[in-house]
Protein backbone atom coordinates (compact mmCIF):
# COMPACT_ATOMS: atom_id res chain seq x y z
CA UNK A 1 0.00 0.00 0.00
CA UNK A 2 1.48 3.50 -1.01
CA UNK A 3 1.12 6.08 2.27
CA UNK A 4 0.37 9.32 1.27
CA UNK A 5 2.49 12.34 2.96
CA UNK A 6 2.13 15.78 2.70
CA UNK A 7 4.15 17.26 0.17
CA UNK A 8 4.89 20.67 -0.85
CA UNK A 9 4.33 21.11 -4.73
CA UNK A 10 7.37 22.95 -5.05
CA UNK A 11 9.10 19.59 -4.12
CA UNK A 12 7.53 17.68 -6.90
CA UNK A 13 7.85 20.32 -9.23
CA UNK A 14 11.46 19.84 -9.19
CA UNK A 15 11.17 16.38 -9.56
CA UNK A 16 9.24 16.15 -12.39
CA UNK A 17 10.68 16.51 -16.18
CA UNK A 18 9.26 19.51 -18.00
CA UNK A 19 6.45 16.99 -20.02
CA UNK A 20 4.92 15.88 -16.82
CA UNK A 21 4.94 19.38 -15.21
CA UNK A 22 2.76 20.56 -18.22
CA UNK A 23 0.35 17.68 -17.34
CA UNK A 24 0.41 18.57 -14.04
CA UNK A 25 -0.29 22.39 -15.05
CA UNK A 26 -2.94 21.38 -17.72
CA UNK A 27 -4.62 19.24 -14.43
CA UNK A 28 -4.55 21.95 -12.28
CA UNK A 29 -5.82 24.67 -14.34
CA UNK A 30 -8.09 22.43 -15.68
CA UNK A 31 -9.65 22.27 -11.96
CA UNK A 32 -9.11 25.90 -10.82
CA UNK A 33 -9.46 27.21 -14.23
CA UNK A 34 -7.40 30.95 -15.82
CA UNK A 35 -4.18 29.52 -16.18
CA UNK A 36 -1.94 32.49 -16.98
CA UNK A 37 -0.42 30.88 -20.02
CA UNK A 38 -1.78 28.77 -21.91
CA UNK A 39 -0.39 24.91 -22.64
CA UNK A 40 0.21 25.96 -26.51
CA UNK A 41 2.73 28.76 -25.20
CA UNK A 42 4.27 26.63 -22.73
CA UNK A 43 4.39 23.91 -24.83
CA UNK A 44 6.43 26.45 -27.20
CA UNK A 45 8.85 26.77 -24.37
CA UNK A 46 9.30 23.22 -23.66
CA UNK A 47 10.71 22.48 -27.18
CA UNK A 48 12.99 25.17 -26.82
CA UNK A 49 14.35 24.40 -23.88
CA UNK A 50 14.90 20.89 -25.29
CA UNK A 51 16.48 21.85 -28.12
CA UNK A 52 18.81 23.91 -25.53
CA UNK A 53 19.23 20.47 -22.94
CA UNK A 54 19.71 18.43 -25.67
CA UNK A 55 22.66 20.34 -27.85
CA UNK A 56 20.48 21.04 -30.91
CA UNK A 57 22.24 23.86 -33.06
CA UNK A 58 18.82 25.63 -32.61
CA UNK A 59 20.41 28.60 -34.64
CA UNK A 60 21.57 26.82 -37.75
CA UNK A 61 17.83 28.29 -39.82
CA UNK A 62 16.72 31.57 -38.94
CA UNK A 63 14.89 32.17 -42.52
CA UNK A 64 11.21 32.82 -42.17
CA UNK A 65 9.21 29.36 -42.21
CA UNK A 66 5.48 28.84 -41.65
CA UNK A 67 5.35 28.82 -38.42
CA UNK A 68 2.93 30.63 -36.88
CA UNK A 69 2.91 32.19 -32.95
CA UNK A 70 0.14 31.64 -30.76
CA UNK A 71 -2.59 34.51 -30.28
CA UNK A 72 -1.45 36.08 -27.08
CA UNK A 73 2.43 36.04 -28.02
CA UNK A 74 1.56 37.68 -31.14
CA UNK A 75 -0.69 40.14 -29.96
CA UNK A 76 2.16 41.02 -27.04
CA UNK A 77 4.67 41.65 -29.66
CA UNK A 78 1.92 43.73 -31.94
CA UNK A 79 1.99 45.96 -29.11
CA UNK A 80 5.42 47.22 -29.65
CA UNK A 81 5.90 50.16 -31.05
CA UNK A 82 8.75 50.04 -32.74
CA UNK A 83 8.54 46.42 -34.69
CA UNK A 84 6.83 46.96 -37.64
CA UNK A 85 3.80 44.33 -38.18
CA UNK A 86 5.50 42.90 -41.59
CA UNK A 87 8.78 42.50 -39.67
CA UNK A 88 6.79 40.89 -36.64
CA UNK A 89 5.38 38.34 -39.49
CA UNK A 90 8.05 37.71 -40.95
CA UNK A 91 10.35 36.47 -37.91
CA UNK A 92 8.19 35.24 -35.21
CA UNK A 93 7.29 32.62 -38.59
CA UNK A 94 10.92 30.98 -37.85
CA UNK A 95 10.48 28.18 -35.12
CA UNK A 96 12.96 29.24 -32.93
CA UNK A 97 12.18 32.79 -32.64
CA UNK A 98 8.30 31.98 -31.71
CA UNK A 99 10.04 29.50 -29.42
CA UNK A 100 12.48 32.37 -28.19
CA UNK A 101 9.84 35.28 -27.45
CA UNK A 102 7.39 32.56 -26.38
CA UNK A 103 9.82 32.19 -23.18
CA UNK A 104 10.37 35.91 -22.90
CA UNK A 105 6.64 36.20 -22.65
CA UNK A 106 6.37 33.57 -20.17
CA UNK A 107 9.54 34.85 -18.13
CA UNK A 108 7.60 38.47 -17.73
CA UNK A 109 4.48 37.05 -17.00
CA UNK A 110 5.09 34.67 -14.27
CA UNK A 111 8.67 35.54 -12.86
CA UNK A 112 8.67 38.01 -10.12
CA UNK A 113 11.16 40.64 -7.63
CA UNK A 114 14.39 40.14 -7.58
CA UNK A 115 15.06 36.92 -9.41
CA UNK A 116 13.07 38.92 -12.39
CA UNK A 117 15.21 41.67 -11.92
CA UNK A 118 18.39 40.28 -12.04
CA UNK A 119 18.12 37.62 -14.73
CA UNK A 120 16.91 40.63 -17.48
CA UNK A 121 19.93 42.41 -16.21
CA UNK A 122 22.35 39.04 -16.91
CA UNK A 123 19.86 38.97 -20.56
CA UNK A 124 20.90 42.60 -21.78
CA UNK A 125 24.38 42.06 -20.48
CA UNK A 126 24.79 39.30 -22.46
CA UNK A 127 22.52 41.03 -24.83
CA UNK A 128 24.22 44.41 -25.27
CA UNK A 129 28.12 42.56 -24.69
CA UNK A 130 29.19 39.18 -25.73
CA UNK A 131 26.45 38.83 -28.40
CA UNK A 132 28.15 42.08 -30.15
CA UNK A 133 31.63 41.74 -29.32
CA UNK A 134 32.38 40.22 -32.99
CA UNK A 135 29.67 42.11 -34.89
CA UNK A 136 32.05 43.09 -37.55
CA UNK A 137 32.14 39.43 -38.83
CA UNK A 138 27.96 39.35 -39.14
CA UNK A 139 27.65 43.06 -39.83
CA UNK A 140 26.59 41.79 -44.15
CA UNK A 141 24.28 39.05 -42.97
CA UNK A 142 21.28 40.54 -43.12
CA UNK A 143 18.92 37.44 -41.63
CA UNK A 144 21.38 37.49 -38.68
CA UNK A 145 21.34 41.29 -38.19
CA UNK A 146 17.61 41.93 -38.44
CA UNK A 147 16.99 38.34 -35.90
CA UNK A 148 19.47 40.30 -33.36
CA UNK A 149 17.68 43.66 -33.66
CA UNK A 150 14.06 42.18 -33.65
CA UNK A 151 14.74 40.16 -30.34
CA UNK A 152 16.31 43.18 -29.10
CA UNK A 153 13.56 45.46 -29.82
CA UNK A 154 11.23 42.60 -27.58
CA UNK A 155 14.04 42.64 -24.72
CA UNK A 156 13.94 46.26 -24.56
CA UNK A 157 10.02 46.65 -24.93
CA UNK A 158 9.26 43.91 -22.21
CA UNK A 159 12.17 44.20 -19.70
Known amino acids: ?19 DFMRLYDFYY ?5 APVTYKVLN ?21 HSSVPPVEVATAVSQISTIKNNQRKKKMS ?5 EFISMLYVYNLVVSG ?15 GRMVEKKAFFKTNEL ?16
Not at 3 to 13: A, E, L, R, S
Not at 44 to 64: E, M, Q, Y
Not at 144 to 153: I, R
Open 114 to 128: KVKFHRIQELKKFWN
Open 94 to 98: NRVVM
Open 1 to 19: MIQMVDCPVWVIVELLTFG
Open 30 to 34: SVKGN
Open 44 to 64: LVRNLRNGCAHNNCILADLTP
Open 144 to 159: LVGTYDFVKKVVEAWF
